[in-house]
Structure formats: C-alpha cells, structure tokens
C-alpha cells in the first residue's frame, strides 16, 4: 500500500516528465507549444462559465428547498426494494449534477455513518465509478453547438442507476 | 432535454421552498452557488490551461498519435463509422487515456477537443450540427461511465475522514468501473444501430 501512495505522489509529475522530454527529443519549441495551448484553456474555460454557473444556481436551488430531500423520499421505497439506502440516494442524485456538491455531501455521510459503514463504503464506491452526468454533457454539448442530444441523457441516468446498484451490491459483498 | 430540466430545477425548487418555507435559504444559495461557480472557475483556468498547455505539446511531438495507434482496435469497436485517420480518434484516445489514469482535470480540454472534431465530421457529412452523432452520444457516455483505474481522490478523502482501511475500495471500485464501462460500451453498441439516427 506505501507503493500505491508513492505512484499516486509521482504520477502526474512523472507524466509531465515523459511528455517534456519525448518533445524534447523532438526539438520542439516546448514554451512555445505550451503557450499556445494554455491560451486555448483560457478561452476553454471562459466558453464554458455560463454554463457552469447556470448548473450551480439551479442544483444551489433545487438543493437549498428541500426538493432533494423531497425527491429522494419519494424514491427511498422504491430504492429500499433494491436494498439501496436511502442515505445514498441524494448523494446519487447530487453527483449527476455536480463533483463538488456530491464530495460535500460525501464528507457529511463520512461524519455521520463512518468511512467503514456500509453507507461510508457504497458512497465510496458509487462516487469512484461514476462521472457527473449533466456537466459533462451540458459542458461538451454547448461547447460543440449541439441542441438535441438524442438518447446520451436517458443511457448516461440508466449507467448512474446501474452503477448505484452495482455500489451497493459490491459493498454487501466486500464488507459482510 | 438539458432547457426544460434546468427548468424544472429552478421551478420545483422554488415551489417546494414556498410550500416548505425554506425561501431564506434558497435566496442565500443562489448567492453562494454563484460564487461556488466563480471558485470552481477561477481554479479551471489555472489547471485547464496547464492541461490543455501539455495536451498541444503531447500533440505536436507525435505523442497523441502513437497512442491512439495502440489504442485503434478498440476505438473502431465503439466508433464503427469513424473515419480510421480522422483527427478525433487522437483526442478522444487522449481523452480516455486521462480518464484511465484519473487526471481528472485534464479530461476537459481532450474532451472539448473531440467534440469539436466530431462536430466538423458532423459538418462534413453534410448533417445538422444541432443533433448529436452517434459518435458524441457515444463518447459522452463512456465519459460519463467513470474509466479511472485507481480511484486516489477517493483514498485520500477516506484516510483523511479517519478509515482504518482507505484502501480496501480499489478493488471493490475497480470491479464497479470495469462493469459499468461495459454495461456503457454495449448500451452504446445497441443504441447507435437504431433507426433514427439522423
């Protein structure tokens, strides 16, 4: 486990390393390159502020109303039949939306449940094999122009509930 | 589908709030989500610009290139009717390759760039640029579908909130993303072969 802490510390310097030294070899004007992609990034990210800014006011609201509690409560039933807890299912929710709100959310459940519950540990699981559904596709698709996004919606909701359950039922089996 | 959703964000919210009397904090979350927004933003464009600053330097040196020729067998699978040398392949292979290696951050220049790419072959087929491909549908889901091998984030939050064991969820999450990347290259396979698609 001490190898996989010191990967982690020298991976993305490594990484960095590679590419430098492979374009190096190349002669090619690093800086130069560098610059020109940096600037890219900058105009990347100030395409990208409506749309961030859009999506943070509405889960900020749909949050702060309780209408994720309510919505979850609603579900919790039908969740409990799939043996998910219910503790789960806003985290669930949130992480469609938002990374940061859902690691906030995660921080709660650690304080309350434990890291080792069985709460602690489906979140865990849940938050590492999913990515954030409604940025990624409000991000990518207003980048590229697109209005209608055909079936990336209803595929990308079916992959978060699946891998909700997936969480959970791996979580029953590598703590009990 | 993304405008009436925002849409009912913002709507079943505020009901709920005048029913649930929790007005005074949504009027203070939508303060403080703007300057979360601007934070989150503020931080992107250091990091993105680093990422997308190496990316053109990976680009140009011929790294990308030589990736996404070890890389092509697969990408043919997922994207059948990609032209084989189209420009796409390298950033969505790049794309991946961030993603598998969990460097978060530089996923989003990659994957903007793909888009952007997919976007032009869109154009070159002589299709509406408003729909989605099948391509992008495709790349979003596995996107969405989490590639990262080792989840570090997640081990650095759970020693962090005091687990014995932070480490016990690499494999129970490494089984997860290796299953829910399937379950997103067949769903993809079965929904790209449809009829509808323009």
Not at chain 2, 84 to 96: E, K, Q, R, T, V
Not at chain 2, 110 to 134: C, N, V, Y
Request: proline share 5%; net charge positive.
């Amino acid at each position: 486990m001490k190898l996989l802490h010191f990967v982690s510390i020298f991976f993305i310097p490594f990484f960095l390393f590679l590419i430098v030294l492979y374009a190096l070899l190349q002669k090619k004007p690093l800086f130069d390159l560098f610059t020109k992609g940096a600037k890219a990034g900058i105009t990347t990210v100030y395409q990208i502020a409506p749309t961030i800014i859009g999506l943070f006011v509405a889960i900020g609201v749909f949050r702060s109303s309780g209408a994720l509690d309510l919505v979850c409560n609603l579900l919790s039933p039908i969740a409990s039949l799939f043996h998910i807890p219910t503790p789960i299912l806003p985290l669930s929710l949130l992480k469609m939306f938002s990374a940061s709100g859902a690691n906030g959310l995660l921080f709660d459940l650690f304080k309350s449940y434990g890291t080792d519950s069985y709460i602690g540990f489906t979140a865990s699981i849940l938050l590492s094999c999913t990515e954030t559904l409604f940025y990624t596709v409000s991000v990518y698709y207003i980048s590229a122009g697109v209005k209608k996004t055909r079936w990336t919606i209803p595929a990308g909701i079916f992959l978060s509930i699946c891998s909700l359950w997936i969480s959970c039922l791996l979580t029953r089996y590598f703590i009990h | 589908m993304l405008n009436i959703l925002w849409a009912c964000l913002l709507i079943v919210g505020i009901i709920t709030a005048a029913f649930t009397g929790n007005l005074e904090a949504v009027n203070n979350s939508i303060l403080e989500s703007t300057q979360d927004a601007v934070e989150l933003l503020i931080v992107m464009t250091g990091i993105i610009s680093m990422w997308n600053g190496f990316l053109v330097i990976a680009e140009e040196s011929g790294i990308t290139k030589q990736l996404t020729r070890y890389m092509c067998p697969f990408l043919r699978l997922l994207f059948p009717h990609l032209p084989p040398s189209h420009p796409a392949f390298d950033y969505i292979c790049a794309n991946f390759i961030a993603n598998i290696l969990g460097l978060g951050w530089a996923c989003t220049p990659t994957g903007l760039a793909a888009m952007k790419q997919l976007q032009l072959l869109q154009q070159q087929r002589g299709r509406s640029p408003d729909i989605a491909s099948d391509e992008m549908c495709t790349f979003l889901i596995l996107n969405i579908s989490s590639l990262q091998l080792i989840p570090m984030n997640m081990i650095a939050y759970r020693s962090k909130y005091g687990s014995t064991t932070p480490f016990a969820i690499i494999v129970p999450a490494l089984i997860a993303t290796t299953i829910t990347t399937l379950i997103a290259c067949i769903l993809c396979r079965i929904l790209q072969n449809r009829k509808d698609s323009p």
